[in-house]
């Protein structure tokens, strides 16, 4: 049976290639996008700014009277600021969190009533590895990652009741745009030079990083399988991170010889 799903964050990377798959499939798919004319998509392509619930109110509207129901919602949208957690000023934290927790709290806020009254529904939260571990240079994006674990972990209790699903899809680094689009830390200090170029040299994003398909694939198959699993990880590391976990000490370890520090 097709669906009306609802993508956040739908004009490139993770998003936008969700949205082709799934609108190629026959689902009526509706992304989202601060700019949406600025891109050309085989889908309908709203405006939607996660931190302003005015716009969010406005094309769950717009759903809900061309539709009548939003049976999925992903929440894929994100932003990325890299740097030493010392560097981000207190408005720096509070642009990452607002878009990729409370972003996604508020798009919930304004979807989960129509889900609730339909008796039905799927929420689809994209956090990431960073979401389960440190993540040097990334702190603040991991911490909203975090964030966003805990409360989709809780919300699969709270929404059984009304056969909503819940689901975590966490991928490892993918090349996408998040990272040609991240943002400068406010403060830099000339004290962590050393590290943040260890740190860089080391990553594997930008052209080192795998192609974002199977992610794509894999939010392809959590929007419209039958029964999805509430953890669904994906990327290098993904499949050992959960054991690494519970060596604390080892964890840390494999962490400093993977970023060279």
């Known amino acids: 049976m097709n669906k009306t799903i609802l993508i956040t964050g739908a004009s490139s990377g993770f998003g936008r290639l969700t949205a082709e798959k799934l609108h190629k499939a026959g689902h009526k798919v509706f992304g989202t996008s601060r700019n949406p004319d600025e891109h050309q998509t085989e889908f309908e392509l709203l405006q939607m700014d996660v931190t302003n619930e005015s716009s969010i109110d406005t094309a769950v509207q717009q759903i809900i009277s061309s539709v009548g129901k939003i049976d999925v919602v992903i929440n894929n949208a994100g932003i990325l600021m890299i740097g030493p957690i010392e560097e981000h000023s207190v408005d720096d934290v509070k642009k990452v969190m607002n ?5 996604a709290h508020k798009v919930l806020k304004h979807v989960l009533p129509h889900m609730r009254k339909a008796k039905s529904g799927r929420v689809i939260n994209v956090t990431s590895l960073a979401g389960l571990v440190g993540t040097p240079q990334m702190g603040i994006y991991s911490a909203s990652k975090h964030a966003l674990e805990g409360y989709t972990k809780t919300l699969s209790y709270e929404l059984e009741q009304f056969n909503i699903d ?11 745009e998040i990272f040609d689009n991240a943002f400068k830390t406010s403060d830099e200090i000339s004290d962590y030079g050393n590290f943040k170029n260890k740190v860089t040299d080391a990553s594997s994003t930008g052209p080192k990083a795998p192609a974002p398909e199977p992610v794509a694939d894999l939010l392809f198959k959590a929007a419209t399988m ?13 499949n050992v991170i959960p054991l690494l976990q519970l060596f604390p000490s080892v964890l840390k370890k494999v962490t400093k010889k993977s970023f060279n520090i």
């Open 99 to 103: 878009t990729n927790f409370l972003g």
């Open 226 to 238: 039958s029964k999805p699993k509430l953890h669904n990880r994906i990327g290098p590391f993904a």
């Open 166 to 176: 819940v689901v975590l899809v966490k991928p490892g680094e993918y090349k996408t």
